[in-house]
């Protein structure tokens, strides 16, 4: 959008019209340019949202849908779309040669591969027990967070957070929300208080190990 007399960018929109063609999108602009005051139009042409495969993971579960987008619609790893299934994070670009790339542009795309942002988070708790591991899955608000040194209740443990595993990287000190945690590690404290009781949010549990 450049001003035909004075070739300045800057413009105010006077009128929006879109017009649906067959496969684009075309929008027809009346500008008025903020430094001369000339008004021109100007035509905007869009291919059209088509739909494309979204694989969508819920923890075990997957679906199959599929989203509209624009052909020309650049895609990236980590990037949110708004799915039927609501909000979705992009978690692997497939191409049709199967390769898997992290950013790519919608039409070169064969399937996109999301995790849902709208179901709780799910992670392990494992208590260290001198050699033998209490080991527990639970499933919390996204926004949980949970802070190294924190004192836990989980069944009939308490016990202080040494090591928080996130997707990324393992740490020793500060906090993460359960949306990235993977595990938990604690150490059992002989206290009879604790920060909060993680015990309504267990979902599974294994049996003590060696
Ligand atoms: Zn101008």
Redesign the pocket.
Same mark, same amino acid.
């Given at each position: 959008m450049v001003?035909p007399?004075? &070739? %300045?960018d800057d413009a105010i929109v006077l009128k929006n019209k879109l017009i649906d063609a067959k496969s684009k999108e075309i929008r027809e602009l009346l500008l008025k340019?903020g430094?001369? &005051? %000339?008004v021109y139009k100007e035509r905007l042409t869009q291919d059209k949202p088509k739909p494309f495969r979204l694989i969508i993971s819920e923890h075990e579960d997957t679906h199959k849908v599929s989203i509209d987008l624009y052909p020309d619609e650049e895609l990236r790893v980590g990037d949110f779309l708004m799915s039927e299934l609501g909000e979705v994070k992009i978690t692997s670009l497939e191409l049709p040669d199967e390769k898997r790339v992290q950013k790519a542009i919608a039409s070169e795309v064969k399937t996109i591969w999301a995790s849902s942002e709208e179901i709780p988070a799910r992670f392990g708790v494992s208590i260290d027990l001198h050699g033998k591991v209490a080991s527990f899955k639970c499933e919390t608000d996204r926004d949980f967070k949970i802070a190294v040194d924190d004192i836990i209740k989980i069944d009939k443990y308490v016990a202080r957070v040494h090591v928080i595993k996130t997707e990324e990287r393992k740490t020793t000190k500060g906090y993460a929300k359960a949306r990235v945690i993977k595990r938990v590690y604690a150490k059992p404290v002989k206290f009879n208080h604790f920060d909060y009781d993680l015990s309504k949010f267990i979902v599974s549990f294994k049996p003590l190990n060696k």
């Open positions: 001003c007399v004075c &070739g %300045s340019c430094e001369c &005051g %000339s």
